[in-house]
């Protein structure tokens, strides 16, 4: 079964600092990668997609793809409160049906 | 800004009643997916299609759902009879054909009592 894993925090971080939000998958065949934020009570919304190994980079989001470890990671630069939601891993392996992870909720504090 | 509409965005119903929700796609999306999200759990795959074609409905419990996207364009996903565990998120998302990423619509959040 291919899974997702997401440490569900919450990861606390003080306003202006790196949030780090780690994600990791099981399927090997994945190939496409996402990180959706989703506030309390809405929607996901697309932050980011990656695909290649290395980093790739959006505004103060970069989202890292290491597929050898089968590992992807999300660094929140200048952190604001605003960013404060659950973020969602979710990854693809080419069927065009993603698996999410559980999610994991930040909390940027002032 | 094309967006993905769903209706109703609440429902409350009671026990072995029947619910429907229903959602429209941005506007050449060939692809439709209905996710069922727990409070504090990850989107969960109910149904994907593919123009009016089922692709995967591996996941949908069969004896009491059923979806249908008859034209390829809008879709509905009825529950009948709904439990008191069928309290959840339930999620559309629309994603050009051939493309993974996907756009979701506002949810349906649905509480059986």
């Known amino acids: 079964q291919k899974e997702v894993e997401q440490n569900s925090g919450p990861l606390s971080v003080p306003e202006g600092a790196i949030a780090s939000l780690n994600c990791t998958y099981s399927?090997?065949?994945?190939?496409?990668f996402f990180w959706y934020r989703q506030y309390s009570g809405k929607s996901p919304e697309l932050i980011m997609s990656?695909?290649?190994?290395g980093d790739k980079e959006d505004g103060r989001f970069t989202a890292q793809l290491n597929k050898a470890s089968q590992y992807v990671s999300l660094l929140i630069r200048d952190s604001q409160p605003s960013d404060s939601a659950t973020y969602l891993c979710?990854?693809?392996?080419?069927?065009?049906?993603?698996?999410f992870g559980r999610g994991t909720s930040l909390i940027v504090h002032p | 800004e094309a967006e993905v509409a769903q209706s109703p965005r609440y429902k409350i119903t009671e026990k072995s009643q029947a619910v429907a929700f229903w959602c429209d796609p941005i506007?050449?999306?060939?692809?439709l997916y209905w996710y069922r999200q727990i409070l504090g759990q990850g989107p969960e795959l109910l149904v994907q299609f593919q123009d009016e074609s089922v692709v995967d409905d591996s996941q949908l419990p069969k004896d009491r759902f059923s979806a249908e996207r008859l034209k390829g364009v809008d879709s509905t996903l009825k529950i009948q009879p709904a439990e008191l565990g069928d309290s959840a998120m339930y999620l559309c998302?629309?994603?050009?054909?051939?493309?993974?990423?996907?756009?979701f619509g506002p949810g349906t959040r649905l509480l059986v009592l």
């Open positions: 399927d090997r065949v994945s190939q496409s």
């Open positions: 990656i695909y290649s190994n």
């Open positions: 998302a629309s994603s050009p054909r051939f493309q993974e990423t996907q756009y």
């Open positions: 979710a990854a693809s392996g080419g069927s065009y049906i993603p698996t």
């Open positions: 506007s050449g999306h060939a692809t």
